[in-house]
C-alpha cells in the first residue's frame, strides 16, 4: 500500500489527476496499491506526517518543504501540482467588489489570521492603487469561508482557493467575481508532491513510477473532464457534478508548464519566492540555509517523465550521523 496524504481535509478537483490515474489502472501497472487519506491535523500536518514515515507521499507547502531537511527524514520535492499560487479574493458581483483596490472599506476575511496572506493582499491592494489601512479585516478563527458566507452577508469578500470555494454558492456561477493573486504577487507553486529522502534514496524507480503514473492521470484529465469528474464523484459525492466541473475547468490549465507537462518545478520561482518570504518574516528557517537545501536538490525534476535532471546526490554516512 502506497500512501498519498493530501494537503487539505478533504480531496477536491486539484487532485483529479490522482483519482484518474488510479481508476484507470496506471497504477496498478506499476505494481502501486495508492491509499489517498486527507482530514484534520490532530497528528501534525502533512509535512510532519510523511516526516515521521506515517505516510509514504504527500502534498506540502514549500515552507514546510523547507523546514523538514533533517537528515534521512528530510523531504524532497519530485513534482508540483501547479505552476502558479491557488489564492485570491472571492466575492460576488452585489458587493461593488471588480478588482482589488475596491476593497477599500470592505469587510474581508482571511482564514486563519495567516500573516502571509496579509502581505500578498496589501501588495495587491497598493499595486491596484488601493489603500490597505481602509480594508476591514477579518480573522475567522480556524473556519475557512466559502462564497455562501458572502451571500449571507458574514462578509464583502474573503481569501481561499480560487477555483474551489467560489463554486460552492447557491447563485450561478457568472454572478462570481473572483480575483486570483497569481502572477501579481509573489508567484510561486502551490503544492510540492513529496517523499522522504531516505524513502528516494532506497527506492528511486517507485517515486518514477508513481509521478508517471500521475502525470498520465492529469494528461487524460485534460483531455476527458468528464472521466475525471467520474473519478472524482465517489470522493465528493455531496458535491454537485457541475461545481465539480466548474471548478475542474478554472482549476486545469494550472497544471501544466508552456510545454504541456504535468509537475515540473521552476527553480528560479521556487528561490524568488522563498527570498519574497524571507523578506516579509513568513520563511520558516533562516534564507541562507532555505535556498542552499534548494541548490541540494530538496526541489527536482529528475523523476519526472521525460526529464534528465541529475538527481539528488544519495545521502552519506556523515550526513545521517
Not at 482530514?39 to 523546514?67: C, K, M, S, T
Not at 480560487?162 to 463554486?167: C, I, K, S, V
Not at 510561486?188 to 508513481?210: G, T
Not at 536538490?297 to 550526513?319: F, I, Q, W, Y
Request: charge should be negative.
Amino acid at each position: 500500500m502506497l500512501r498519498v496524504r493530501l494537503e487539505y481535509a478533504h480531496p477536491w478537483t486539484n487532485h483529479a489527476g490522482m483519482y484518474l490515474a488510479r481508476e484507470r489502472g496506471y497504477y496498478a501497472e506499476h505494481g502501486l496499491d495508492v491509499e489517498f487519506s486527507s482530514g484534520d491535523f490532530f497528528r501534525g500536518d502533512p509535512a510532519y506526517l510523511l516526516a515521521r514515515g506515517e505516510v509514504d507521499i504527500a502534498l506540502v507547502r514549500l515552507n514546510q518543504l523547507l523546514f523538514h531537511q533533517q537528515g534521512e527524514s528530510s523531504l524532497v520535492s519530485f513534482a508540483v501540482m501547479n505552476q502558479c499560487q491557488i489564492g485570491g479574493i472571492i466575492t460576488n458581483t452585489s458587493t461593488g467588489i471588480h478588482r482589488f483596490r475596491d476593497l477599500e472599506g470592505k469587510r474581508v476575511c482571511i482564514p486563519m489570521g495567516v500573516k502571509r496572506l496579509y502581505t500578498e493582499l496589501r501588495q495587491a491592494v497598493e499595486q491596484d492603487g488601493g489603500d490597505f489601512s481602509k480594508l476591514v479585516t477579518i480573522d475567522p478563527g480556524e473556519w475557512e469561508p466559502d462564497i455562501r458566507s458572502v451571500e449571507r452577508g458574514k462578509f464583502d469578500a474573503f481569501i481561499n482557493v480560487a477555483w474551489w470555494e467560489p463554486y460552492q454558492g447557491s447563485l450561478p456561477f457568472d454572478q462570481l467575481v473572483v480575483l486570483p493573486f497569481a502572477d501579481d504577487v509573489a508567484p510561486h507553486h502551490s503544492y510540492y508532491v513529496s517523499v522522504r529522502r531516505e524513502m528516494l534514496d532506497r527506492n528511486p524507480e517507485l517515486v518514477r513510477h508513481f509521478a508517471d503514473a500521475t502525470s498520465r492521470g492529469y494528461a487524460l484529465a485534460r483531455e476527458d473532464p468528464a472521466a475525471a469528474v467520474h473519478a472524482l464523484q465517489p470522493a465528493l459525492c455531496h458535491i454537485d457534478p457541475d461545481v465539480l466541473r466548474a471548478s475542474l475547468d478554472a482549476v486545469t490549465p494550472s497544471w501544466f508548464d508552456d510545454h504541456g507537462n504535468w509537475g515540473v518545478a521552476n527553480l528560479d520561482m521556487v528561490r524568488s519566492y522563498t527570498s519574497w518570504m524571507a523578506q516579509h518574516g513568513h520563511l520558516s528557517v533562516p534564507e541562507e540555509r532555505a535556498l542552499r537545501a534548494i541548490d541540494s536538490g530538496c526541489v527536482t525534476n529528475a523523476l519526472l517523465p521525460n526529464r534528465h535532471d541529475s538527481m539528488p546526490k544519495p545521502l552519506v554516512l556523515e550526513d545521517v550521523g
